[in-house]
């Protein structure tokens, strides 16, 4: 299969230490053997930092959108660092060079683009644009819930929903730099279009993206 894995830095970054790198790594040098893998990397902390410090010197949105996809595309490094000659040792810029650089056989590694959208919507146009068979991303909780779990304890998760639905659900929330709760409507309106197959799974437990993979019964599937 054609695989596109985005990977949220709050997961990789948990600990601010290799460790996290290291596991990915090792997961996805196992998922290269028998499939085309292409990953995208989030900022995570450290790039909500650099943005709060862009605002705090007046920067506009754009600007502090900036700040965070070079953060990304450094995080990306880093994970290029643990797949040793299994990833193709530049990051590309834009779709285009990703997609140019998978042509010699290694994992591609990126990070974010351009300005008003967040790593997941780079992982959902990546997609679309290599004709992935899968987009999986991994996030901080487990999938997507009927209401807020830090709030209500009866909040249920969602095993499948349309992207209609999802961008009826969203569509309130916050989309400036560094803010992107869960998932940000441009990765949604991407994955209908292309009607993508899509699963959100937490990626604290490195586990899941092999079981989304075989299409086990983890997370949030979105659904045509
Ligand atoms: P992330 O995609 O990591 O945002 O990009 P996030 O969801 O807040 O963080 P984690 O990794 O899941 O914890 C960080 C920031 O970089 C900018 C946005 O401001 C985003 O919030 N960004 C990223 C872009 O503007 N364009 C991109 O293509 C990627």
Redesign the pocket.
């Known amino acids: 299969m054609k695989i596109v894995v985005a990977v949220?830095?709050?997961i990789l970054l948990k600990e601010n230490t290799h460790k996290r790198f290291t596991e990915y790594g090792e997961i996805l040098k196992s998922l290269a053997d028998g499939h085309e893998i292409f990953v995208i990397v989030?900022?995570?902390?450290p790039?909500?930092d650099y943005?709060a410090i862009a605002r705090d010197l007046d920067a506009g949105e754009a600007i502090?959108?900036?700040i965070?996809?070079e953060?990304?595309r450094l995080n990306a490094r880093l994970l290029t660092l643990a797949l040793g000659e299994f990833a193709y040792p530049k990051i590309p810029h834009n779709f285009q060079e990703a997609n140019e650089f998978s042509a010699y056989g290694r994992i591609v590694v990126m990070?974010?683009?351009?300005?008003?959208?967040?790593?997941?919507?780079?992982g959902a146009i990546l997609a679309e644009y290599v004709n992935a068979d899968l987009f999986v991303n991994l996030?901080?909780v487990d999938g997507m819930y009927d209401k807020d779990p830090n709030k209500f304890e009866d909040a249920k998760l969602i095993k499948e929903i349309t992207a209609d639905d999802m961008l009826d659900f969203l569509k309130d929330k916050n989309q400036e730099?560094?803010?992107?709760e869960f998932f940000?409507t441009t990765a949604i309106h991407m994955i209908k279009r292309s009607k993508l197959k899509t699963v959100i799974v937490n990626g604290f437990d490195s586990k899941n993206l092999i079981k989304a993979i075989n299409d086990e019964n983890v997370g949030t599937k979105i659904i045509n």
Request: hydrophobic share 20%; charged share 20%.
């Open positions: 949220g830095g709050s989030g900022g995570g902390r790039a909500r943005i502090c959108d900036d965070g996809i953060v990304t990070g974010g683009t351009e300005p008003a959208h967040s790593t997941d919507a780079v996030t901080s730099a560094g803010t992107y940000d």
